[in-house]
């Protein structure tokens, strides 16, 4: 065991559980002021869920076994799970290891909550959220984090573009389809109620953004470093190159816009941020930006779909857009196999295994989703009533209001 190491995947853990309340606060924000205690409790009880199922049993059928898809049941409970030795020869215990990957699985399940919120009832999305668990999020982080069937393709993902983004994403955009849209979607202007907590949100991102990726490398070591620049830049770059398509577009710069541009970012370089150049990872956020931009301003109006807090035209399609990026810029000196080489070094083997990967990835999420959805939906009501819907989810659904002066019916 490497004490150094302990000492810094220790905070690294604790920075990415700051990121589910700040998820909490940044899609708060971006809600009417009627559902943002709703929105808030929908971020943040996974909390409580994935933690319990975790321990349970999503650390096992995540880390144990060889099967392709999933894996045992070697570690139900934390079984053989030891606090002071390594068995997948990592420079920190079992313990740490399995109590970091943890918080990815929590932050994973409130990133899909904003496609649904001001409509689902509660109830339903916590029956949603355990089997999501079991068949998705502990399927792909076994198949791509523990040499499952996407790492035996050949396929990387340093920190969750697969696993937490797109996952996320795509299964966030197959709720919001079968949920349907709000009842006014086609007739208001939605604005966010709290432009300062949509900051407030994204700052402490950033900032457990960085435990995210540079504690990825499971040591305190110059890759931890590595991913750590890389992850500023790219957020950097996007919040940059977000701000200057809102002066294109619109005339002038909007801190909600700011925001947004820089978790794309860091949603972008996720996939790479271990394995890319630092020149990488500034095109990387630079180029990142008009593609969700678009994404949510344009594809989404067209197509009709109600991804209500963008959590699929941020995560989902970022998610994407990380993961062609890391097979096209991957340097071999950072590859994990010394012969995958990337696009721009001479081979296009890594950037189609990576395609290959995505498509997967996102026919897995979207089927799995669906099916787990209307099987819920044939025992129970999926959404609240348009009264209740008018009124607000904070009163209907949890009986608080977040401002005492407010009644409810706002547009």
Avoid at 126 to 145: D, E, K, Q, R, T
């Amino acid at each position: 065991m490497d004490s150094s190491s302990i000492a810094f995947i220790l905070p690294c853990s604790g920075l990415v559980f700051l990121m589910t309340p700040a998820l909490a606060f940044f899609y708060g924000g971006l809600e009417r002021r009627k559902n943002v205690i709703s929105t808030m409790m929908m971020a943040v009880v996974s909390l409580s869920i994935a933690t319990i199922m975790w321990f349970a049993v999503g650390y096992s059928l995540s880390f144990s076994g060889d099967g392709s898809l999933i894996g045992g049941w070697d570690h139900l409970f934390f079984a053989n799970v030891s606090d002071s030795v390594s068995t997948r020869d990592l420079a920190i215990p079992d313990s740490l290891f399995a109590l970091f990957q943890m918080m990815f699985s929590i932050i994973t399940v409130g990133i899909l909550t904003g496609s649904v919120v001001g409509r689902m009832r509660f109830n339903p999305l916590l029956i949603f959220i355990v089997f999501w668990l079991l068949l998705v999020y502990y399927s792909f982080a076994h198949m791509v984090w523990d040499e499952g069937l996407l790492a035996q393709w050949g396929t990387i993902d340093f920190a969750g573009g697969d696993v937490v983004h797109i996952t996320s994403g795509v299964s966030g955009l197959v709720l919001a389809l079968v949920i349907g849209k709000r009842r006014d979607f086609d007739r208001l202007e939605y604005r966010p109620h709290n432009v300062p907590f949509v900051l407030l949100g994204a700052g402490p991102l950033w900032f457990g953004w960085f435990g995210f990726n540079a504690g990825s490398a499971l040591a305190a070591d110059a890759l931890a470093v590595h991913a750590m620049v890389t992850t500023h830049l790219s957020a950097a770059a996007a919040m940059f190159s977000w701000i200057l398509l809102e002066y294109r577009e619109n005339g002038k710069p909007s801190l909600v816009g700011a925001s947004t541009g820089l978790v794309a970012g860091l949603v972008a370089i996720t996939p790479g941020a271990g394995f890319v150049s630092i020149w990488g990872a500034l095109l990387i956020g630079l180029m990142v930006s008009p593609v969700c931009f678009y994404a949510i301003a344009i594809v989404k109006h067209k197509l009709g779909y109600d991804d209500a807090l963008d959590a699929f035209g941020c995560h989902g399609i970022g998610g994407i857009f990380g993961g062609i990026v890391t097979g096209i810029f991957t340097t071999p000196d950072l590859a994990l196999d010394k012969a995958n080489i990337c696009l721009i070094y001479g081979s296009p083997r890594l950037l189609l295994v990576t395609l290959m990967a995505i498509v997967f990835t996102v026919a897995w999420s979207a089927l799995v989703s669906f099916g787990i959805i209307k099987v819920i939906g044939h025992f129970m009501t999926l959404r609240v009533s348009d009264r209740e819907e008018a009124i607000g989810l904070d009163n209907s659904e949890h009986g608080e209001t977040a401002y005492l002066t407010f009644m409810g019916l706002d547009s």
